[in-house]
C-alpha cells in the first residue's frame, strides 16, 4: 500500500519562507509532485521530482531524499496569494499501472 | 477557454437518481482521470483512462460508471446516487511522458 503524510495546516508570515513536509511509504517509487490548491479550486502542478536533490522553480523548490522517503516543498517571499493547500503526491507502480497517490494537502495561511 | 472544462460546476440531485459528469479537454492529451475530493480524504481516484479503448477502475469505482466517447471527453455517470457520493469531482488529463496533471475546475456534487 501508500501512505503519505504532510501536516493538516501551517500559519507564516508574508515575506517570510515556509518549509512544508511530506513523508512516504510506498511499494516502489517513480516520482513525487507538489500541487497548489486554493480554496474551491482546481489543483494546479508545481513541481516533479524523480532524483534525489533540489529543484528550484522561482519562489518555489521541492527537494527529495528517496532513502529518506521524504520530500518538501520551499516557499520563499510569501506573498498573501500563497496561501491555498500544498498537495503532495506519490507516483508508484500498482498492478501494471503507475498510480499517483495525493496526499490530504496542507493548509497554508500567510498572516500580514 | 479552459483546457479541462467540466460540467456541470454545481449539482444538487435527490438520492437514487441518475446523474452524469461531464469532461472535455482540448489538450490533445491521450490520458483521463476522474477523481473525487472530501475534507480529510484527498484525492482519491476513481477511474482512468489512457485511450478511447482503455477504462480503468480506481481505487473507488463503486457505485460509478464512466464512458470515454472520444479522446478529449470522458464523463462519469452515478447510476443511483447515495448521500455518501456528496463531494468535489474533479476530471484530470495527462500527457504519457508528462507526469503532471491538468485538473478541470470541478464539479461540486450534492446528493440529499
Known amino acids: 500500500g501508500q501512505n503519505i503524510d504532510q501536516p493538516t495546516e501551517m500559519t507564516a508570515t508574508e515575506g517570510a519562507i515556509v518549509q512544508i513536509n511530506c513523508t512516504y511509504q510506498t511499494s516502489g517509487f517513480n516520482g513525487l509532485f507538489w500541487y497548489q490548491q486554493h480554496a474551491g479550486e482546481a489543483p494546479t502542478f508545481l513541481s516533479y521530482n524523480v532524483l534525489d536533490g533540489l529543484e528550484e522553480k522561482g519562489r518555489f523548490s521541492s527537494f527529495l531524499s528517496r532513502s529518506k522517503g521524504y520530500s518538501y516543498l520551499l516557499l520563499k517571499e510569501l506573498q498573501m496569494k500563497d496561501s491555498a493547500s500544498y498537495l503532495c503526491?506519490?507516483?508508484?507502480?500498482?498492478?501494471?499501472?503507475?498510480?499517483?497517490?495525493f496526499g490530504t494537502g496542507t493548509k497554508l495561511q500567510v498572516i500580514p | 477557454d479552459a483546457d479541462v472544462t467540466q460540467t456541470p460546476r454545481n449539482r444538487i440531485t435527490k438520492t437514487g437518481k441518475r446523474i452524469m459528469l461531464e469532461c472535455s479537454q482540448t489538450?490533445?492529451?491521450?490520458?483521463m482521470y476522474w477523481y473525487r475530493q472530501d475534507p480529510g480524504l484527498g484525492l482519491r481516484l476513481i477511474y482512468y483512462?489512457?485511450?478511447?479503448?482503455?477504462?480503468n477502475k480506481g481505487e473507488i469505482s463503486d457505485g460509478y460508471s464512466v464512458s470515454r466517447q472520444a479522446q478529449a471527453k470522458f464523463s462519469l455517470s452515478l447510476e443511483s446516487a447515495i448521500p455518501n457520493q456528496t463531494a468535489l469531482y474533479f476530471c484530470a488529463t495527462s500527457e504519457v511522458h508528462n507526469y503532471g496533471y491538468t485538473f478541470g475546475s470541478g464539479t461540486r456534487l450534492t446528493v440529499v
Open positions: 483512462s489512457f485511450d478511447v479503448k482503455d477504462i
Open positions: 489538450k490533445g492529451h491521450d490520458r
Open positions: 503526491a506519490v507516483r508508484a507502480p500498482s498492478g501494471g499501472y503507475q498510480k499517483v497517490t
